[in-house]
């Protein structure tokens, strides 16, 4: 409760008030009620992981890009085709990012429905950074061996794939 420096009136008739009255004596209107407590929402648990989840990707993507740039010229088809699947999968992971951020608002801790759909959404971020990664790998071995071979192309199927799916989920 707190103290007020009114004169302690009702505000409706008028009438004189007794301190700490709740209702007024004559008119019966509520002159004073305690403020609801507003509920503390706690951080989500899953922030630092989604965020370090997407620290990761950045760093990932990043080094795709460079290797990219390192192994292709800019007028090579190749490099057309690793940068514009490289574009295509950081606008659907950003996308993805964001609305797993969003959801991440709305975690209080007591929703099942939220809890289950945020670790969704971990799983789908962590495949883009694991795709990423197999997308480096790959890179790698190409820049040791330089020469064109299935595994490139199995990869640009399975970023395809990865990308189709998180477009039609």
Known sequence: MSEDNH????IYCGA?????QHFCSQCGNEVYHDPEPQPIQQPSKYVDDVEKIAQMYNIKQSRAIELVEKL???THMSYQKFTQTIKKSNGLFDNQL???RKMIELDDGNNEIIERELK???ITLNIFVDKMEELINELVIQLSSNNED???NSLFKDMDDLIDSVKDY
């Not at 004169?7 to 009702?10: D, E, G, L, R, Y």
């Open 7 to 10: 004169n302690h009136f009702c």
């Open 16 to 20: 004189k008030l007794v301190p700490n």
């Open 72 to 74: 292709f010229d800019p």
């Open 98 to 100: 964001a609305v797993t």
């Open 120 to 122: 969704s959404k971990i």
């Open 150 to 152: 299935d595994d490139i």
